[in-house]
């Protein structure tokens, strides 16, 4: 079978999935914060989506599983210059879908998806196009999102290393640009969480993936093997492990960056496999195997999350638990006729989505899954109780 039609079947059957997946899911209080708080491109972006296709988890979340496919697209172009094998690519592609903050990012809305499909348009486009376009192209992501600061940053120091002033001048400026329209995020008392942002980024990738990506951009840089792909990479990361140091990184502005690491960890990869005889190749295919199996198991934890209500000994320490709830709980209360409550900010927020508004007729107060029967309404998934709460009408004369 053509490679191609076996990369367009894996990700029609990765947009499948996740399409099923949104109706697992609620609307978070960091989504629908998003949703109505301050104008921004990627909250028009989903806007427009809901205007198409009406208020419900399918047009909430379809914005983000298309730039996670157009994403992959993009990452499988990016890798033809590096991987020689076209059957490498796809499953470049495969581990690039597998890995859990990728999944993340291509369900849940926030910046990181947009980030991760930006960055790699940049690098898709940085060899094919004129420069005139990734000018136009830079300059507009400084207005679309923040989280672009740190590839001006790095673009800057890659001009400096190619000694072109333009280049250097153009970036700069957009760096400087970004930073006064965003700002940094620099407050609170000197902390240390070094060791912190290694854990969410080795959870982010996997553990051994991770540290094959930080090997391989420590590896280049002695042997000088370095692009624009490496300086984009190494940059972000070894800003946001400095500034560790300091304070609690927000990883979803940064961890989009290692993903233009994976194509020259696949070219290493790839290299290393080859120059051996095949006796000695059974290590990289066991680590491959390994890598691979880990994704599987994470990915698996993803879209079978309701499950793990099983073993979780308190519903609220379960990963997704943030994102679940709210939509049952709206539809519990249309049941009764209730279509408004009164209840904490973050659960209003978020039954605002499912068509449930703020009032004061009918008071939505949390209890710990002994209320009375006749006013409670419980949510449980799996045959487990994860959320119960009192519902009261007041009675205002």
Not at 82 to 89: D, E, P, S
Not at 94 to 104: A, D, E, R, T, Y
Not at 175 to 204: N, R, T, V, W
Request: hydrophobic residues 50%; contains cysteine.
């Amino acid at each position: 079978m053509n490679i191609r039609y076996i990369l367009f079947l894996i990700l029609g059957l990765d947009a499948l999935v996740l399409i099923l997946q949104t109706q697992e899911l609620s609307i978070s209080y960091q989504e629908a914060s998003l949703l109505y708080g301050d104008s921004s491109f990627l909250q028009a972006y989903i806007k427009s989506s809901i205007f198409l296709f009406g208020q419900n988890d399918f047009a909430l979340r379809l914005p983000m599983i298309v730039l996670h496919i157009l994403s992959a697209i993009l990452l499988y172009r990016i890798s033809e210059t590096y991987i020689k094998i076209q059957r490498n690519r796809v499953w470049l592609i495969v581990v690039f879908i597998l890995l859990p903050g990728v999944m993340s990012s291509a369900i849940i809305v926030n910046d990181a998806g947009l980030i991760i499909f930006g960055l790699l348009l940049f690098a898709y486009m940085y060899e094919r196009y004129s420069i005139i376009l990734l000018y136009m192209l830079l300059t507009l992501y400084m207005f679309i999102n923040g989280g672009f600061v740190s590839l001006f940053m790095a673009l800057t120091i890659f001009a400096l290393y190619k000694k072109d002033k333009y280049f250097f001048v153009f970036n700069l400026l957009l760096f400087l640009s970004s930073l006064f329209i965003y700002g940094i995020g620099a407050h609170g008392s000197p902390k240390g969480y070094f060791l912190d942002s290694i854990g969410i980024y080795a959870a982010i990738f996997t553990p051994l993936i991770f540290i094959y990506l930080f090997y391989v951009l420590y590896r280049r840089y002695f042997t000088k093997e370095i692009d624009i792909l490496w300086f984009i990479s190494a940059v972000a990361l070894v800003f946001s492990l400095l500034l560790s140091f300091r304070q609690r990184v927000s990883l979803e502005y940064f961890a989009p960056y290692l993903i233009l690491a994976l194509p020259l960890a696949a070219q290493t990869f790839e290299h290393s496999y080859r120059v051996r005889l095949n006796m000695f190749r059974k290590k990289y295919r066991l680590a491959f195997i390994v890598s691979l199996v880990f994704l599987l198991i994470n990915s698996s934890a993803v879209f079978f999350n309701k499950y793990l209500y099983y073993i979780v000994e308190k519903p609220k320490k379960h990963f997704s638990y943030k994102m679940h709830i709210a939509k049952e709980l709206a539809q519990k209360l249309k049941n009764r006729d209730i279509d408004c409550v009164d209840t904490n900010k973050k659960m209003s927020t978020r039954l605002k989505f499912y068509g449930v508004t703020k009032c004061n007729n009918y008071l939505l107060k949390e209890n710990s899954y002994d209320g009375d029967e006749l006013n409670s309404v419980t949510i449980s998934y799996k045959n487990r109780v994860v959320y119960s709460a009192d519902v009261t009408k007041i009675n205002i004369n």
